[in-house]
């Protein structure tokens, strides 16, 4: 029976960081040493230290070994996240999510294609506006470069106006440049 408890403080020997504890969360930490240690415990010191909410993702798994001199708390936990693959989250609030990068990276793509649907969605607006002093076709040809992909822009050779159909939150921007190539033109 005295046998094992050797074994049990040697395993916790090697999951207590050894470090200089120090007040301010702003200064590099002296000394920071782990070997074989939990990742996510780490992970929690590191936040502890810094005084910061952390959420580690359950995937999140394995032990770590690093040892690092005069180093700030965030910048050992980024140290981390790239060298065992993972992506730290700053959520504000001082609040961050650690998870598995690739994890991150597909998060992403996921919110992207999100709002490019959300986008989609939205209907169109359409704006008349007059050309004089040129052709309403030469202005259309200098606009198509600032449509997005739903954006129309139309030449009426009656009227000489353009007719533009955009994303509400595009349109003004190629009105202004409309306007800037008309100012260019008059003078």
């Known amino acids: 029976r005295l046998a094992g408890i050797p074994l049990i403080l040697l395993a916790m020997t090697f999951s207590v960081p050894a470090v200089e504890q120090q007040q301010d969360p702003t200064e590099p930490i002296k000394n920071l040493q782990f070997q074989s240690a939990e990742i996510r415990s780490v992970l929690s010191f590191l936040a502890d230290y810094g005084g910061v909410n952390v959420v580690v993702a359950p995937k999140v798994q394995g032990t770590v070994t690093i040892r690092l001199r005069d180093v700030e708390w965030r910048t050992a936990m980024e140290i981390i996240a790239r060298t065992y693959g993972l992506a730290i989250v700053d959520e504000g609030d001082r609040y961050l999510r650690v998870l598995l990068a690739e994890d991150y990276r597909e998060e992403v793509t ?78």
């Open 110 to 187: 996921e919110r992207e294609k999100h709002l490019a649907q959300q986008r989609e969605m939205v209907g169109l607006e359409t704006r008349i506006i007059e050309i004089s002093n040129s052709t309403a076709q030469d202005i259309v040809t200098a606009v198509k470069g600032l449509m997005t992909v739903r954006g129309t822009a139309t030449a009426d050779k009656q009227s000489n106006s353009i007719i533009i159909q955009e994303v509400p939150t595009n349109i003004n921007e190629v009105i202004r440049y409309i306007r800037e190539l008309l100012s260019l033109i008059h003078t």
